[in-house]
């Protein structure tokens, strides 16, 4: 079944795809990272280009139904979903609306990663910890204040993945000790679900977290 989408995401899906077969020929285990459906929606509402934004969800999910359907049958077995709005004072019918769109894609193949950067979830931290996906990704290099409250949010037989810094970049201004006191809660909460980000901060890390698993930046691809 081909995938209807709006043209730009048709052309991102397409060239998404590309990738992922290029890089399984290759013998590597990508994870693709794709623009949730309502931050996409949200983007075209803040560009004034649909003023009705969410009229248009329930036509999307198929879409991105189909999307996690095809890179299924590519062999990837974790997709990032990026849905950096999260960190936005969100009126309720959005809020309503990704509690409903999540609760359709969770029967789609692929383990999940809902990925919120930007700055502080804030009040939107209950309504992410607790949509059906396999995973959250946090902003700690940008709002390392929220570590705390993620912690007591996000249900622990959960992947959590702190964005402690990116590659080329200490965007968590702090000594590497008081990283390692303030990530050791995490470490006893979440074991080897916890995943962290960034190449530099990784490597220094190591003896706290000796089987972390590295989540993407913001790369389409991440091996």
Known sequence: MAVTTPHDLSFYTQRLLDEVEQARARGEMP???LMGPLSYLWLHR??????????RLEG?????GEILQRLARLGVEWVQIDEPILTHDLPQAWKSAFERAYHILQYSPLKKLLAVYGGPLQDNLGLAAHLPVDGLHVDLAGAPEQLTAVLD????????????????ADLWCCELETVQAQLQPARRRFGDNLWL????WLADLGGLLPDFRPASGACPITT
């Open 46 to 55: 803040a560009n004034g280009s649909d003023v009705r934004a969410l009229t």
């Open 31 to 33: 994870r693709p990272v």
């Open 197 to 200: 980000v960034g190449a530099r």
């Open 153 to 168: 949010r996000v249900p622990s037989y959960k992947v959590l993945s702190l964005g402690v810094a990116t590659d080329g």
């Open 60 to 64: 999307l999910l198929p879409v991105y």
